[in-house]
Nanobody, 123 residues
């Protein structure tokens, strides 16, 4: 499985960005797609995830109400719509996936990672 993330950039606080992650290969072996982020000096943390089947979504508390994860109809691309961005959302964002939904939020259990895309929120 190969993942290609894009969509990062510089945005003012309160603004929006949409990240995309294109998946290729044997995605049928994965549960869906997740987004993680890593801010400078901090550990990588879970942001959101979505299942390919059923479109069930999961969010970190920091993302609830502001971020929305979705997929395209072909279930090959996942999106992370980020609204009301704050300076503390500044981080490198990664898309990742693994085989079991049980591990959707565990960074250490992800098998496939996309290259990160930098999101910088200026205050």
């Amino acid at each position: 499985v190969q993942l290609q993330a894009s969509g990062g950039g510089l945005v003012q606080a309160g603004g929006s960005l949409r990240l995309s992650c294109a998946a290729s290969g044997r995605t049928s072996r994965t549960y869906g797609m997740g987004w993680f982020r890593q801010a400078p000096g901090k550990e990588r943390e879970f942001v959101a995830a979505i299942t390919w089947t059923g479109g069930f979504t999961y969010y970190a508390d920091s993302a609830k109400g502001r971020f929305s994860i979705s997929t395209d109809d072909a279930k090959t691309t996942a999106f992370l719509q980020m609204n009301s961005l704050k300076s503390e959302d500044t981080a490198v964002y990664y898309c990742a996936t693994t085989d079991s939904i049980v591990n959707y939020f565990k960074s250490s259990q992800q098998k496939y990672w996309g290259r990160g895309t930098l999101v910088t929120v200026s205050s």
